[in-house]
């Protein structure tokens, strides 16, 4: 009996410490939600992919420098289904991203608002981001 | 591992897998039948190891418990497989160099070589032993594996998502 219950706390024990694992991934294990961020810049290159989609971005730093942004978006069905598709991409195009900062990587940010150039916003948040108004009702 | 590269580039290339990572609803549909098969099969493995600790069906003989599950085992595993495969095919490149996924990899096939040395062998003189409640100790001691194997493989494939250490 001693044995089983060793082994019940251990399968238990193991199956608890997937817990901060939430959604497909927690937002919060990757991003920072007191750091909201706007990146004006050019888009170099999207990735309509699942399980999520990624927006790469050249933005100009104060000094004149280029950053590179790596920007996480929603899976193509959610993107759909807010109004964006794949063919309002276009290399070299400019646009203005508002999200969130990652936490390991500076040039990591998870996508919220994606507006376009002639002022089309969509919302390309994924599901378990902070209540900040960008999802649309 | 750097001469795979290439050839996980071009799996990635091919037009089918890229129209599936891109597809709204063909990507969701095989990764949530994935899921749903391995519930199916993990869950299935578990009642077996849960008569071999003790802890359920303790006057079920084992060989009926093993005859009924068995095909219904099998009928979720290979499914769950072969959805598996499918999303590794899609995102090789994300795929491999992922610590999680690795790790699965590892506990995956630990749980298949201790399923296998007890059907192959443990199993073999299971007569004698077979509708006792207690059964002898390696049989104990396979369920208990299973059930901590199974466990850890499905926690790592629940971490893939998460690139912490990219």
Known sequence: MKRNIILVLLVAGALCSVQPAQAHHAFAAQYDPTKPLTLNGVVTRVEWSNPHGWIYMDTKEPGGKVKHWMIETAAPSQLTRHGLKKADFTDGMSATVKGYQGKADPGLANGRTLILKGGRSFYIGSVGGPNDGAEPQ | ?166
């Open chain 2, 1 to 166: 591992m750097l001469s795979i590269v290439p050839t996980f580039a071009w799996l990635e290339g091919l037009a089918w897998t890229t129209a599936l990572r891109e597809s709204p609803y063909g990507y969701p549909l095989i990764e949530t039948s994935h899921v749903a098969f391995i519930v199916i099969f993990a869950g299935l493995v578990m009642m077996m190891d849960l008569r071999l600790v003790g802890l359920a069906f303790r006057h079920v003989p084992l060989a009926q418990i093993q005859q009924r599950l068995f095909r219904w085992q099998m009928g979720a595993f290979v499914p769950s497989m072969g959805t598996g495969i499918l999303l590794f095919l899609v995102d090789p490149l994300r795929y491999y160099q992922n610590v999680f996924f690795i790790a699965k990899l590892l506990f995956l096939v630990l749980a298949g070589l201790n399923a296998l040395v007890f059907h192959l062998k443990t199993y073999r003189k299971g007569e004698t032993w077979d509708e006792d409640p207690h059964v002898i100790v390696t049989a104990w001691r396979a369920g208990a594996a299973s059930l901590l194997l199974w466990s850890v493989t499905i926690v790592a494939s629940r971490l893939i998502p998460n690139n912490w250490f990219k």
